[in-house]
C-alpha cells in the first residue's frame, strides 16, 4: 500500500509515534537497502518525497510504503539533515535455548545504547549465538542502540529478562555453566581455555560491574590489564571475549 504523508498531523504518524518503543526505525539510505536486500518483513518504508521514488528492487516484503515530506522525515528520525528512507519493522524477541547456544553472553545492566550496539555488532562479525539482556538497561530498539548495531540486531537473536536472577534461572534450568566476568584481580578466577560448554557469560554494565555476589557465586573470567586501569569498556570487553572464545574454542 502507498500513502502520502505531509504533515505532521497526519493520524497514521500520530499514531505510529506513539508507538515508537515498539518498533526499530533503521535511518539511512545504505542501511535501508541493506535490510530491503534481505528476505524479512518491512512495516513501513518512509521515503522522502523530494528525494526520489525510493529504491526499485526489493528482496524484503513491505507492508506499507510512505512518501514523506522532509519535515515529517526529521520528525521521525530526530535529526535536522534527515536521510532519504527509513524503514520501520518489528523484531521480535528470540526465545534462547541454552542448550542449543555454545556461548550465550548475558548483559547485565548495560545502560548505554553505544555500547548494547557495539555488543551486537561484535557479536554478529564473530558468529555468536545469543544475547541476552537483564537489569533495565538500554533497549534493543533504542535510536543509538540501532544506529551502533546497524543489521546486527538482525543477525544476533536476543531475549531481555527482567532480572539477573531470571536469566541466570533460565540457564540453570537448562544445566549449562555459568561464568561471570570481572576486572579486579582475585580468587575464584578461570582461565579462559578451560571454560565448558554451553555456557551463559555475564558482563556487567558502566561503572560497577557485575555485583560482587556474582563475582562470588560463580568462576571469573578476567581479561589481562594493567591494574592502573579499573575496567575496559564493556562494549570493548565484550568484543575481546568473544575473539578470545573464537580463537581459543573455534566459536
Request: net charge positive; glycine share 10%; with cysteine.
Amino acid at each position: 500500500m502507498k500513502t502520502d504523508v505531509v504533515s505532521l498531523a497526519n493520524p497514521r504518524l500520530k499514531d505510529m509515534l506513539a508507538a515508537r518503543e515498539s518498533w526499530f526505525f533503521f535511518a539511512g539510505d545504505k542501511l535501508v537497502s541493506d535490510l530491503l536486500a534481505r528476505p524479512l518483513r518491512v512495516d513501513r518504508l518512509l521515503v522522502r518525497s523530494d528525494l526520489g521514488s525510493g529504491p526499485a528492487a526489493a528482496r524484503a516484503e513491505v507492508v506499507e510504503h510512505w512518501r514523506v515530506s522532509p519535515r515529517v522525515m526529521e520528525k521521525v528520525t530526530g535529526m535536522k539533515s534527515p536521510p532519504g528512507l527509513v524503514a520501520v519493522l518489528a523484531l521480535p524477541e528470540a526465545r534462547i535455548d541454552f542448550r542449543r547456544c555454545r556461548v550465550t553472553i548475558g548483559l547485565v545492566g548495560v545502560q548505554d545504547p553505544g555500547n548494547l550496539g557495539t555488543v551486537f555488532r561484535c557479536a554478529s562479525a564473530f558468529n555468536l549465538p545469543a544475547l541476552a539482556l537483564a537489569g533495565g538497561g538500554a533497549r534493543p530498539n533504542h535510536p543509538k542502540v540501532v544506529r551502533a548495531a546497524q543489521t546486527a540486531l538482525l543477525d544476533v537473536p536476543f531475549q531481555v529478562f527482567r532480572s539477573p536472577g531470571e536469566l541466570i534461572a533460565a540457564a540453570q534450568d537448562a544445566a549449562v555453566h555459568v561464568y561471570a566476568t570481572g576486572s579486579r584481580p582475585g580468587g575464584g578466577r578461570l582461565d579462559m581455555a578451560r571454560m565448558e560448554f554451553p555456557c551463559l557469560l555475564l558482563l556487567g554494565g558502566e561503572g560497577q560491574g557485575l555485583e560482587p555476589r556474582l563475582l562470588e557465586r560463580f568462576p571469573r573470567i578476567r581479561l589481562d590489564q594493567e591494574e592502573r586501569i579499573d575496567s575496559l569498556n564493556v562494549g570493548v570487553s565484550a568484543c575481546i571475549l568473544m575473539h578470545e572464545l573464537r580463537r581459543l574454542h573455534g566459536l
